[in-house]
């Protein structure tokens, strides 16, 4: 198995990127149950990567149902050390317009699944630091590299995680924008929190579909509307994903990728063995 290798969560049309070489399709069993699919290898300006769709292959999966604990936890076992998220997200702000990036630092968390956004419990207790739940690092690497090729891009923005599946009310929406909220999705949270977790560096490019519901003088958000903007915005996620790697770091060395370090409280002696196995990719160095 490589190691040090990029991951990318998005879309299914982002493994079609020109150059992605060496694609092979790899299974990955884990202790929290299925990824959302099987992982794509490979290798694109010249680093080694792995590509996971989201929701799988021909979009089955609701975002109340994705598993982000087996997605993080296969990543890592194949050694991905860094995670970019291309997804889509709805403007609480009208100067976020549809087909803008905005390259997020903060979480609004409207999720009821605590539980399941954590790798720790059953015997291990552990409390990460989340204050900037997005990798720092990475950021600025998404933003130098969207600015280089003049994509309308901004730097920082909440994201407020709603469950879905269906889209907001208009009262929802409003409350969001008057709470000066800046984008609106489904999914991102849960990967960030098992990310950090994981010692994974974890950035979002929130590609913006649509202003939701709150602005009365635009239309408000449909499957259509998402799906016409996310085809513009895919030309350029895949111009900025190629632009990037190159960029990243070799070797693994920001805050991120030692986040346990000093967050476990549960003394070593006491970590039931079963817990250990299933975490093993995690706590690995720590043993």
């Known amino acids: 198995m490589a190691s040090h290798r990029i991951g990318i969560i998005g879309g299914s049309g982002l493994y079609n990127i020109e ?6 399709w790899v299974g990955v069993r884990t202790p929290f149950g299925a990824p959302s699919d099987d992982l794509l290898t490979g290798e694109l300006a010249g680093r080694e990567v792995v590509f996971l769709p989201r929701h799988a292959r021909g979009h089955r999966i609701l975002p109340s149902e994705l598993n982000h604990r087996a997605n993080i936890w296969a990543m890592k076992k194949l050694g991905v050390r860094w995670i970019i998220s291309v997804s889509a997200v709805g403007s609480l702000k009208a100067k976020y317009k549809p087909c803008d990036i905005v390259v997020i630092d ?29 990798c720092r690092e990475l950021r600025q690497l998404l933003l130098k590299s969207a600015r280089s090729l003049r994509v309308r891009v901004h730097d920082g923005g909440s994201y407020v995680n709603m469950e879905g599946p269906a889209f907001s009310t208009r009262a929802e929406s409003l409350t969001n924008h008057r709470l000066g909220y800046d984008v609106i999705g489904m999914t991102n949270l849960g990967e960030a929190k098992c990310a950090r977790e994981a010692e994974i560096a974890y950035a979002t490019l929130a590609m913006v579909t649509d202003y939701d519901c709150w602005k009365e003088d635009e239309a408000h958000v449909t499957v259509e509307l998402v799906i016409a903007n996310l ?32 967050a476990i409280l549960t003394d070593k002696a006491r970590w039931p063995a079963k817990t250990k196995r299933r975490l093993q990719p995690l706590l690995d160095k720590y043993q």
């Open 19 to 24: 150059g992605f070489t060496n694609q092979k």
């Open 106 to 134: 903060q979480f609004v968390d409207r999720t009821k699944r605590s539980l399941e956004h954590t790798f720790f419990g059953q015997g291990i207790v552990a409390h990460i630091a989340f204050a900037e739940p997005l």
């Open 231 to 262: 085809m513009k915005n895919a030309a350029t996620a895949k111009c900025l994903i190629k632009d990037i790697l190159p960029q990243i770091p070799t070797t693994p060395d920001c805050s991120c990728h030692h986040a346990l370090k000093n």
